[in-house]
């Protein structure tokens, strides 16, 4: 384990506890860590967007498919409908 360095002579009380806050070998630890983490997030984030693009390119076609079955179900019931409309008439 490393010793933390000793604040330079001449320094006052506060002086000394800011260098000792500043020079803390576990501070650079804990800014790794939450580097770390963010990279994870961004990286977790980007993966989720780019998984959802693909899943809707995927469904996409299949709602195409349907729209136009749909589609073709009204044209034959607007085509029944006029029919009889125009036989009864």
């Known amino acids: 384990m490393r010793r933390r360095a000793a604040p330079p002579a001449g320094c006052g009380k506060q002086e000394a506890r800011f260098w000792k806050a ?3 070998p576990r501070g650079g630890t804990l800014l790794a860590l939450a580097l770390g ?3 994870f997030l961004l990286g977790g984030a980007l993966c989720a967007r780019y998984l959802r693009r693909e899943v809707a390119a995927n469904i996409d076609p299949k709602i195409q498919h349907i729209q136009l079955q749909l589609d073709n179900i009204q044209a034959e019931l607007n085509l029944a ?3 009889r409309h125009h036989t009864r008439s």
């Open 22 to 24: 500043s020079h803390d």
């Open 81 to 83: 409908i006029t029919t």
């Open 37 to 39: 983490d963010l990279v």
